[in-house]
């Protein structure tokens, strides 16, 4: 087959009009054997050495368009609100992670060969720009995927990023508008990328469920017009980057000082941007300009706002509580209803067959367990958790706030302590027969005209009152505020009103 510069080749993809043809038999209905097989093909270029370098940019380039449709549909899948199945969620992961793999090393191996001068590599000089933004996109969606599924992160990421910033800006082309894909909207540039991904996710990485993340990812290149790299420290500088040495972008320190390979990282009018997104998701309007990849509500887009906001625009917050270390187990009960069930009456604690996990240092508002993976199936940010220390018999309940992963592989979990005690307490309709139940984590020392309950996921709805009987006395619960919204809870606080008790035990 003769190739596309005239150089025979028996690769399929050698000619473009065949591969043209190729793609055409793509089953556009099924995007996950789509991506697979275009996951495959550019693999399979990747390795054509005997391909010229703007003829394998000219076929990695198609391959690339035109597998992002089917890449953002499953990205939309993925991150979706809805739970999935584990196994749905793993193969959806597996696809996308390997796709982001592929492509981060079809453009690296483009700018490895350009700068190697191997013939044909001169005419891809005016798609340096394209190429070492397309790459970065690639190296931000392994990170993303890095971080939805908490995992460690492949060193040659920062390295391919770090490779790609240094030749932008070397060869002087840092600032040079490109559009990233075809319908993808307005023009950015590798310095832009570069800052945006990077900022994205020191700030977000271990932090935020995986909605979140996405929704704070999707803002990020929304706002990215406001951050800023500089080889020199700047009052707004949050974040420094080493060209030199590549790893995760580090939060700066009052002693960290300009070096050659440094590049420091900031925001630029980010709050002023913010606030004015904040007044419109606060009347629950998501404005049409930001790319969310699909559609979502302004409650978690909000959030996620405000969360950018604090990383990126605020100094670190100092630690309020210090952290002592100890060796000490917890038996563990995961979700609400495996805490429901952990409290329910008469439960004998002597034959708990519940998850053990290990301490290593505890405040006065949290928690930090160190764990192997495989001892974690199931835990995610924003996950609820039943604690019960050893030989007590009182369980308290935590929410996972923060995931990382260490380089033997074990994930440190982070848990803010809600209450050291809960009561399961029932709720009920006015005038209704059945009961749910609920967790009371007000303690001593709280609002006695307040209580905060954990109940099932939709229960609480801000027009509607409940009933409960609470130590032998009867409430009216009066709706308050939606405290925090799990995928398995609901976290509210009421105002509580005594009720008296008539003859049939109706409150009056």
Request: hydrophobic share 40%; proline share 5%.
């Amino acid at each position: 087959m003769l190739g596309l510069f005239g150089k025979k080749s028996e690769h399929p993809m050698a000619d473009i009009k065949s591969a043209q043809k190729l793609l055409l038999d793509l089953p556009k209905n099924d995007p996950i054997k789509s991506l697979e097989e275009l996951t495959a093909w550019i693999e399979s270029v990747n390795d054509q050495t005997e391909f010229r370098p703007d003829h394998q940019f000219a076929i990695l380039r198609l391959l690339d368009e035109t597998a992002r449709p089917f890449e953002r549909k499953l990205t939309r899948d993925y991150f979706t609100i809805n739970a999935q199945s584990t196994f749905q969620e793993n193969r959806l992961w597996m696809i996308l992670n390997a796709f982001f793999e592929q492509v981060l090393r079809a453009y690296f191996n483009l700018l490895e060969r350009y700068r190697s001068g191997e013939k044909g590599g001169a005419a891809l000089k005016d798609m340096l720009p394209l190429i070492a933004v397309r790459g970065i996109n690639a190296a931000a969606g392994r990170l993303k995927s890095a971080a939805a599924h908490y995992a460690l992160v492949d060193p040659a990421i920062w390295v391919s990023l770090a490779e790609f910033y240094a030749h932008a800006e070397t060869q002087q082309y840092l600032d040079e508008q490109v559009a990233v894909y075809p319908g993808s909207g307005g023009k950015t540039s590798v310095r832009s990328e570069f800052a945006t991904v990077l900022m994205w996710y020191a700030s977000s990485s271990g932090a935020l469920s995986r909605l979140h993340m996405h929704l704070s990812e999707r803002l990020a290149a929304h706002l990215s017009g406001t951050f800023s790299v500089s080889p020199q420290r700047e009052p707004g500088s949050r974040f420094v980057f080493d060209l030199q040495h590549p790893a995760p972008a580090a939060r700066i320190g009052t002693e960290t000082a300009a070096q050659p390979g440094l590049r420091f990282l900031g925001a630029d009018n980010l709050q002023h941007r913010v606030d004015a997104l904040v007044k419109l998701l606060e009347k629950n309007i998501v404005p049409d300009e930001i790319n969310l990849g699909g559609i979502y509500d302004a409650e978690p887009l909000l959030a996620a706002a405000l969360h950018l906001t604090e990383c990126l625009v605020s100094p670190p917050p100092a630690r309020r509580n210090t952290r002592h270390n100890i060796q000490a187990s917890l038996s563990i009960a995961n979700g609400f209803s495996g805490l429901i069930e952990k409290t329910s009456l008469g439960l004998n604690f002597s034959a708990d067959d519940s998850l053990v996990w290990q301490v290593e240092d505890i405040s006065t508002s949290g928690l930090r367990c160190v764990l192997p993976s495989s001892d974690t199936n199931g835990v995610a940010i924003g996950s609820l958790v039943g604690i019960k220390p050893e030989k007590q018999d009182r369980w308290g309940v935590g929410i996972v706030r923060r995931i990382i992963r260490d380089q033997q592989n074990n994930r440190h979990i982070g848990i803010e302590m809600l209450a050291n005690q809960v009561i399961k307490v029932g709720l009920r309709e006015r005038n209704a027969d059945e009961h749910q139940h609920a967790l009371c984590l007000s303690g001593p020392g709280g609002d006695a005209r307040e209580i905060d309950l954990l109940m099932s996921p939709d229960t609480f709805t801000g027009s509607r009152s409940l009933h409960a009987q609470i130590d032998g006395n009867n409430y009216l619960l009066i709706p308050l505020e939606l405290v925090e919204k799990g995928e398995d809870y609901d976290r509210a606080r009421y105002r509580k009103i005594e009720q008296d008790t008539s003859d049939n035990g109706e409150p009056n």
